[in-house]
């Protein structure tokens, strides 16, 4: 799967890698549904955290269609909302 950070680039992530990331998708999709800009800070930090970690970066003059996009590390918590499935960033 090709994944883009927003305003950083994109990285290939191996589906292997969904289930773990997935309970910070959901930790993130609860706290900004209660409005906590705290734990939604931290929470989205650790994830892209995570995905910047398991991921293969792609070349910058790649021009590969990314599957799914994840917000910039300094999104807002309304920019995440927007951005939000049903079941969160990560499908599943």
Known sequence: MI????????????????????????????????G??????RTLHALLDKVRELGAPLP?????????ILPAPDATLEEVRELLRDDGLFPG
């Not at 191996?14 to 900004?32: C, P, Q, Y």
């Not at 906590?36 to 800070?41: E, L, S, T």
């Open 3 to 34: 994944v883009r950070i927003m305003g950083e680039g994109q990285v290939r992530l191996d589906d292997g890698h969904l289930a773990e990331l997935n309970k910070l998708d959901d930790e993130l999709l609860a706290e900004t549904e209660q």
């Open 36 to 41: 906590d800009g705290p734990g939604f800070r």
């Open 60 to 68: 910058d003059d790649s021009l590969e269609p990314s599957e799914l």
